[in-house]
């Protein structure tokens, strides 16, 4: 499973990496601060999952979930941001992500949402 993690803030980014990478041993996790090159890497190696701010300075979460959406319609999308989910209400609705939580999250709150995705995936 290739799993992308996007936070423009390298402490968050670093804990969320870390964080995912314990709790999916067998999947290959890329963490990303600029959207723009998960999205790169997006189109040349595949995403399966991806967890991401909503608020990033290069380009929203919610473009880079429907951009990545429209290179594979199974994605599972998770954001786990500091916004409120009434902020972007019903432009996340159109994308239908599997999750959605607002930070700080628990390591328990994540793997949760890992265990209820939208769409079935490999592990590895």
């Known amino acids: 499973m290739n799993v992308i993690c996007v936070d423009d803030h390298p402490i968050m980014l670093r804990g969320l990496y870390n964080t995912v990478t314990e709790l999916l041993p067998g999947a290959s996790v890329r963490p990303f601060t600029k959207a723009k090159d998960a999205l790169e890497f997006a189109k040349s190696d595949g995403c399966d999952l991806l967890i991401c701010e909503i608020e990033l300075h290069d380009m929203s979460g919610l473009t880079l979930a429907k951009q990545i959406k429209k290179l594979n319609s199974d994605v599972n999308i998770i ?22 939580l607002v930070k700080p999250a628990t390591k328990e709150e994540l793997q949760i949402e890992l265990k209820n995705l939208r769409y079935n995936v490999n592990d590895a």
């Open 79 to 100: 954001f786990l941001t500091v916004c409120d989910a009434k902020e972007h209400a019903q432009e996340v609705f159109t994308i239908k992500p599997s999750g959605y």
